[in-house]
């Protein structure tokens, strides 16, 4: 007799709305958890490079970055320098800044030169701040109306 209940039991499908919500819930989570997984794993530096592999000169940082590029560069003596990548020379480079309706160049060179990096544009990553707040948000609404939205 208790084998035939159990028969009964197995064979009659779950329809509890908890049950429902709960699959949605697992699912979602999957998904999120799959996403920022695989979001992290591409955007994740890369390990460091082990054997003799020297640092690059400045010379060749400089280089690196594209000409009329918005740059910001640490001085040795502590200031910082935004502007326009110039001309590059073997000395140094070029800086063009804008000071009020002037455009003026200044020389720079490597040995003076601490670090250099291409600025982005402002309010990219604002957006995207944005956008992926807003995402949380749905997914949170949509959690809380499966969770406490349906009648049960």
């Known amino acids: 007799m208790k ?61 690196a970055i594209a000409p009329n590029t918005m740059v910001q560069v640490k001085l040795r003596s502590k200031q ?18 804008a000071t009020g309706d002037k455009i003026e160049n200044q020389k720079i060179s490597f040995n003076d030169v ?7 544009e402002r309010g990219k990553g604002r957006v995207s701040g944005y956008i992926v707040g807003a995402a949380v948000g749905v997914g949170v609404a949509i959690f809380l109306i499966l969770l406490y939205g349906t009648p049960g």
């Not at 910082?80 to 800044?97: A, H, P, W």
């Not at 601490?114 to 982005?120: D, M, Q, Y």
């Open 114 to 120: 601490k670090s250099i990096k291409a600025v982005t």
């Open 80 to 97: 910082k320098i935004s502007g326009r990548l110039g001309e590059v020379t073997n000395e140094g480079f070029l800086i063009q800044t």
């Open 3 to 63: 084998t035939a209940r159990l028969e009964v039991f197995r064979n009659t499908p779950s329809k509890s709305i908890h049950s429902l919500t709960r699959r949605a819930i697992a699912t979602m989570l999957v998904a999120a958890f799959t996403i920022c997984s695989t979001a992290s794993a591409a955007g994740a530096p890369s390990s460091p490079q082990t054997g003799t592999a020297k640092a690059p000169t400045m010379k060749e940082r400089v280089l």
